[in-house]
């Protein structure tokens, strides 16, 4: 793994990535509660939205301890993301719950893994807003007692989590295109592209574990 | 104005109709911030949001520590909630920004007005929750602005805060119908007749301060 300087450009971009992917996430999760069958589902969504809400207000902080405005250096991120939850719009609760529960931790995976490469004020923001909250138990025990009593419903699911998976590493992709001091960054944390290719390895197990966790190995 | 025994049994339900307001606020502005024109008034619905389910957490916390499931205590709000919303929906943004800044404080005045009522417990939790953020500054600089600009639309927006006033009342009125042991706790709350008199007067003096802030006088 690399170590990247305290004045490294690609840092505020990190956080105006964070800090709109936050804002993403919130207004996803309260889209996608429409589609929950009961009020403990809505409540759960709009609690996971308010950790999000929390998270943002981290980054918002660290954004401007740097001197700069939070909705500038958000701005070249919010098309990326716009496309990331279009093309991944859910049809059901259960495959709401299912992109709740891994859509997010798949861009949280990648940056922890390289946290330890940055310096320890950036590590400990990263660390504080992709730390995961307790209320993604409820989705947890929902898509395993779905899981549990429906297998055509799980044959589904493990598609639909897959197709997260692959959508969330192109859009990944798209970003890294267009943004060069974040991608100087990222490989820079990275340390070299050998280690890239075990990033990716220890993402996918991950993600791997996640759906174990959901029954949908 | 009265005293509130620890025991009263209105104090679970009127934890309960506040973290179902919480909630409800909480989908209202995430909704309405799809009319937003731009990313800085969809950030600032999400932070406002954001504040709603930190105060949610407060009173979840608060039932809990009653020994009561939230879901169950707030239950009997729901429809009463979602009938406000739907009888107000803004149609245009500054619709959207008068209802986030007047709709909401209409009901936090009136339990402010008797928090001091309570037992201690009880009046910092109300106090807790119901504090104004800090992100309403947002909504308050944006609608001024239009005012300033647009007298027909000043015009049109003062009906508009007046109605959701009304609203607000209409559906107060259809809870205490319907919920005997908050209705007593509030009356206990109050003193007596007159003094809730005294009480709408106030709520009706702090309505119109906050429309002056609007520039809506």
Known sequence: MGSVSSDHPGIIELYGALACGEIAAF????????LAPHLHGRIAMARM???EMRHYELLHTAIRDLGREPIEVMKPYVEVLDAYHQSTLPSTWPEALVKAYIGDAIAADFYLEIASAFPDDVANVVRGVLAETHHSEFVKDEVRSIVERDKKEADRLRLWARRLFGEALTQAQHVLGQRDELTEL???ASGDLNHIATLFESMQGKNDDRMKTLGLE
Chains 1, 2 share one sequence.
């Open 49 to 51: 939205a308010g950790s």
């Open 27 to 34: 207004y996803r999760l309260a889209d996608e509660a429409r």
């Open 186 to 188: 990222l490989l820079t």
